[in-house]
């Protein structure tokens, strides 16, 4: 089983920038897939950006050359950085894991019960 903890939200203006922080310990796995989604109030879950254990790093059209997701092994931890941040990018951010690799190499059909840990979530307010 793995934890993730969640940090690194905010209140920013249109076009600053953030950094989301998703912390993981448990047990470690050879091939996995990590995942950013992100609930805006009154919309579904939706995928933002996956990454696997071979470093495919995917991204949905909207934040396509704004988010980068990437990974520190030696920290256990998986970022969000998103730069150019948007109204439209107003929500909660969750990050999430899964073994085996992600299931679908196209985030928009990315579906969150394709994962099996969350972390807690954390607002990101751009305005």
């Known amino acids: 089983h793995v934890q993730l903890v969640e940090s690194g939200g905010g209140s920013v203006q249109a076009g600053g920038s953030l950094r989301l922080s998703c912390a993981h310990s448990g047990r470690t796995y050879s091939r996995w897939c990590m995942g950013w989604f992100r609930e805006a109030s009154g919309k579904e879950r939706e995928g933002v950006a996956t990454?696997?254990?071979?470093?495919?790093?995917r991204y949905v059209g909207s934040v396509k050359g704004r988010f980068t997701t990437s990974k520190d092994n030696a920290k256990n931890t998986l970022y969000l950085q998103m730069n150019n941040l948007k109204p439209e990018d107003t929500a909660i951010y969750y990050c999430?894991?899964?073994?085996?690799?992600?299931?679908?190499?196209?985030?928009?059909?990315?579906?969150?019960?394709?994962?099996?840990?969350w972390g807690q979530g954390t607002q990101v307010t751009v305005s």
């Open positions: 990454i696997d254990s071979d470093d495919n790093r």
């Open positions: 999430a894991a899964r073994l085996w690799g992600c299931s679908t190499s196209d985030v928009t059909q990315v579906l969150p019960s394709d994962f099996t840990s």
